[in-house]
């Protein structure tokens, strides 16, 4: 038979046959405190988490080795915020009912000066010079006095405190996506975050219709960039480097205030219910030290009034440049505020719902992790492949310990055995094209009869008491061609969720981020196939009829174009608007 054509499948649509089983295995520890602190500060100096308490009127001690409270700080009325100075020494605490800064000695664990302030105040973070810059409730006003405040300790009292001026940003800011969210119902106070080095300071403040979003330069005292979003959670994260920073489920350029991108299910192998609440904006994120890995959770809870509880008790393990998603893990408790790491990657903890949620991260691949070695499998009858079709796949414990699977009824149209039900095992994956009751319309996955598949792929999610991740997908593609339907197909992997509703941040609404562009370079030999959901390009080799290594890019990549010269690409993402990324080819 000649195969002379070359045919990409894209399917727009989720099938799911079987519910998963309900989850029993779970990453992490509850620490419970009987509520959840209004900020968490990390003090990898004397192994302690100091715990804003804004119900008690002071700050509660953690001692990480005793594991436990070892102690408390009283300061003033409704604490907020805490940052502690780059030199370990002083812990700084907003209060705002009674609109002042607590300045604790941490040596003596004591109140060692108390500031009143001309506004309530908020966030508060230090720079290297060790000035601490505070945020008030009239922050991002466009008023001048009173809003953004430094404190430096050293200055004579009548000095120490001055206001930073705070002009407007424009309405329109060039080359900056509109705003991408509507106001969250779950309120966060105003945070700042400095960059590791200390020389800038990244702020978002006055939550609601018209957060304002800034950089502040430490040596200079002065705003380099602002710029207003809408409803923006001001729980914030700042990768090593100091390029990007998270704000919510949102990553900006430090530099530009640009959006980069945004926590998406359809960025995950796995499946996801629901979507990513925008309005009941609940979670956290902290970045690992070497800038590759961004660990997060976000609330997929629909909205609702009053707001059901928070569905953030999955632990993303993502892509740190395009937020693809790697790993999904649950955890026994959802993570609604701020999230923060030891300086070496190998322990972090999360503010919860009920207090603390604890993640030893050096050990996380010492629990079971059940993962296939391929999300894709294509079962084809043709003139050339006549009979029953069959494929294999290779299921793993990417961990430790363990490890049972079970697959659910795949029902009439695929035929479904394991080999054992102990991970690692082998399932074996069946088409019969003359199957009673089974009637399928040739060179689709469209299935009627007996089985109903409505020409998308079968979604298999694989099952396990054991394991603390969800599986990835395997998406099986069942085709079944007449003696004149012709060509090759060479099957790619795609992710299974849709993209949120239509909304401003996705204006294309419902689809499946699947294969979505194709340009042919004939100088290299090689096709390049947009893979939105994964966040990447494929390349294949017409030459030698297999696919190459990836190209990542940005977040949803669609569209593409191949430079007049040949010599470089330009893909386009979705989000919020077209977004350019260069890409260098070979």
């Not at 030698?544 to 010269?565: E, S």
């Amino acid at each position: 038979m000649n195969r002379v054509s070359l045919t990409f499948i894209l399917c727009s649509a989720v099938v799911c046959r079987a519910q998963q089983q309900a989850p029993t295995a779970t990453f992490g520890s509850i620490i419970g405190l009987g509520g959840t602190p209004s900020d968490i500060v990390l003090d990898e100096l004397r192994g302690r988490l100091y715990l804003v308490n804004n119900h008690s009127n002071k700050v509660d001690i953690y001692g990480i080795a005793e594991k436990a409270l070892i102690g408390s700080i009283p300061v003033g009325l409704i604490p907020l915020s805490g940052a502690i100075s780059m030199d370990g020494a002083y812990l700084f605490v907003t209060n705002q009912q009674s609109s002042s800064l607590s300045v604790i000695d941490l040596s003596t664990r004591s109140v060692v000066q108390t500031v009143t302030l001309p506004a309530a105040p908020q966030g508060v973070e230090v720079g290297a010079d060790g000035r601490a810059l505070i945020a008030t409730a009239g922050s991002g006003t466009g008023n001048t006095q009173n809003t953004l405040l430094i404190f430096d300790r050293t200055q004579q009292s009548s000095q120490a405190l001055f206001p930073v001026q705070v002009s407007p940003p424009p309405s329109t800011i060039t080359g900056i996506p509109p705003t991408t969210l509507v106001r969250p119902d779950t309120a966060f106070f105003s945070k700042l975050i400095r960059t590791p080095d200390g020389q800038f300071i990244v702020g978002l403040t006055n939550p609601g219709q018209s957060t304002y979003m800034f950089v502040y330069e430490v040596a200079s005292g002065v705003i380099l960039r602002s710029r207003t979003v809408a409803g923006q959670s001001t729980v914030l994260s700042m990768a090593p480097d100091g390029s990007r920073f998270m704000a919510g489920f949102t990553m900006y350029d430090t530099a530009t205030l640009a959006v980069i991108g945004q926590e998406n299910i359809a960025n995950a192998p796995f499946s996801m219910n629901g979507s990513f609440n925008t309005r009941q904006n609940v979670g956290g994120s902290a970045f690992a030290p070497d800038g590759v890995t961004l660990y997060s959770a976000f609330n997929t809870a629909q909205f609702n009034l009053p707001a059901l509880r928070p569905a953030a008790s999955t632990l993303l393990i993502s892509d740190a440049q395009n937020l693809g998603i790697k790993l999904g893990i649950r955890l026994g408790e959802s993570i609604i505020s701020k999230m923060v790491m030891t300086s070496d990657g190998t322990n972090a903890w999360g503010l919860s719902e009920s207090g603390l949620i604890y993640l030893p991260l050096s050990t996380l691949y010492d629990y079971p992790i059940l993962q296939p070695d391929t999300t894709t499998v294509f079962l084809a009858v043709d003139e050339c492949n006549r009979g029953v079709a069959t494929g294999t796949v290779r299921v793993n414990n990417l961990g430790k310990g363990r490890l049972t699977v079970s697959v659910p009824n795949t029902g009439a149209a695929l035929i479904a055995e394991v080999t054992s039900g102990l991970a690692p095992t082998t399932i074996k994956f069946t088409m019969e094209p003359g199957r009673t009751n089974v009637v399928r319309q040739a060179g689709t996955n469209l299935v009627t009869g007996g089985a109903n598949l409505q020409g998308s792929a079968f979604n298999v999610n694989l099952a396990s008491s054991e394991a603390i991740n969800i599986p990835n997908n395997i998406r099986v593609f069942m085709n079944y061609r007449n003696p004149d339907q012709r060509g090759v197909i060479y099957p790619l992997p795609t992710t299974p969720n849709n993209s949120p509703a239509p909304n401003q941040a996705y204006p294309g609404g419902q689809g499946n981020e699947g294969l979505q562009d194709l340009v042919l370079d004939e100088r290299r030999g090689r096709l390049y196939v947009t893979n939105s959901g994964y966040n990447r390009i494929e390349v294949f080799d017409i030459r030698k009829r297999r696919f190459l290594d990836p190209i990542p890019v940005g977040q949803l990549p669609h569209q593409m174009a191949l430079g007049t010269d040949g010599s470089c690409s330009r893909a386009f993402s979705s989000l919020a608007k077209m977004k350019p990324l260069g890409v260098s080819l070979k």
